[in-house]
């Protein structure tokens, strides 16, 4: 049995940026993202804090909390493995809320918490997580595939463990589509059951 | 080969609270820490952020990041556990510069990295992970201890694995001594190899 995994880094590439400016989760296609401890200034899920939502059952719904969410990481890989599965021609980043899509890089849904993504300008994004697969999500992603009601469901189970990652910026710079990023994972150990 | 173990929440309590007021990391026992976004007020470790240092290589030396390193956290039957192994009477939590100690956590030291520390009065932190040991607790130890200054060196090999968890208030709020803690562990599963 397989009880620790040393530390290593793998590398990636950013083959996407994505910004939501507007009211919705929705994001656009950008070529650079400006990076602060905030997150990414005018993203709709930026902020040093936020109110705390269904995620957090354990806290009164609304209360503040540090945003460990300021930014969604994604696989096109994996993009690419959900739309087969669900059948569709395609999965867009920005439909979901991804900020960053990254190609290259194994797995993503499965990296561990503090895993550090080291950029080549310099900016660092530190790992909350896994990101669990929404209805919200669900939901755009019917809205853009005509006739395709299930989606909104289907979505949910197909994405899990492909869905990306979530987390907070932890060195401030701009990241630009094209750049290379390193993938600092830690020693893994299980804590016993 | 156990590959997969689910989210779970356990408990613990808190034995013991402490601060770093001075220049030292050295803390000093108190009977409650007010817990804010930067972590505790006055610390030495508080920050929303602080200079990189030899614990992150990949950074120039002083390079600003956000502080996830704001509260230590560390277990007392851990702490017997490298006593013994060390052939010292007790090790207090405060010579190593811890901020808050528990009792009643099995192998605290191993919790994963993003485990949630929510106190009976709300506070909550958020876990980094695992606090490597380093010389300067090992000498701050020697320095208790007359006629030891093998524990220098001796505490960094005693305390691996043991030398408790760092991390970052997610909730702000008041932890006081005798307080419980719940524990949430986060569904766990390795990245492969």
Request: charged share 25%; net charge positive.
């Amino acid at each position: 049995m397989v009880d620790r995994i040393e530390a290593r880094t793998i590398a990636g590439t950013v083959e996407g940026l994505f910004q939501a400016l507007g009211d919705s989760f929705v994001s656009a296609p950008t070529s650079e993202l400006a990076l602060t401890y905030a997150g990414i200034p005018g993203d709709k899920h930026s902020g040093l804090t936020r109110p705390s939502n269904s995620r957090e059952p354990w806290y009164p719904r609304g209360t503040p909390m540090r945003n460990e969410r300021q930014v969604s990481i994604l696989s096109t890989t994996e993009l690419a493995e959900v739309a087969e599965s669900l059948r569709i021609e395609r999965l867009a980043p920005e439909w979901i809320g991804g900020n960053i899509a990254l190609f290259g890089v194994p797995s993503l849904s499965l990296l561990p918490p503090r895993t550090l993504m080291i950029f080549s300008r310099g900016a660092a994004i530190r790992i909350d997580g896994d990101n669990g697969p929404c209805r919200k999500s669900g939901k755009a992603i019917a809205d853009r595939v005509p006739g395709r009601p299930d989606l909104e469901f289907g979505f949910v189970q197909a994405a899990l463990g492909k869905r990306g990652l979530v987390g907070w910026v932890e060195r401030e710079g701009a990241v630009r589509v094209g750049d290379s990023v390193k993938i600092r994972i830690w020693q893994q150990a299980l804590y016993p059951a």
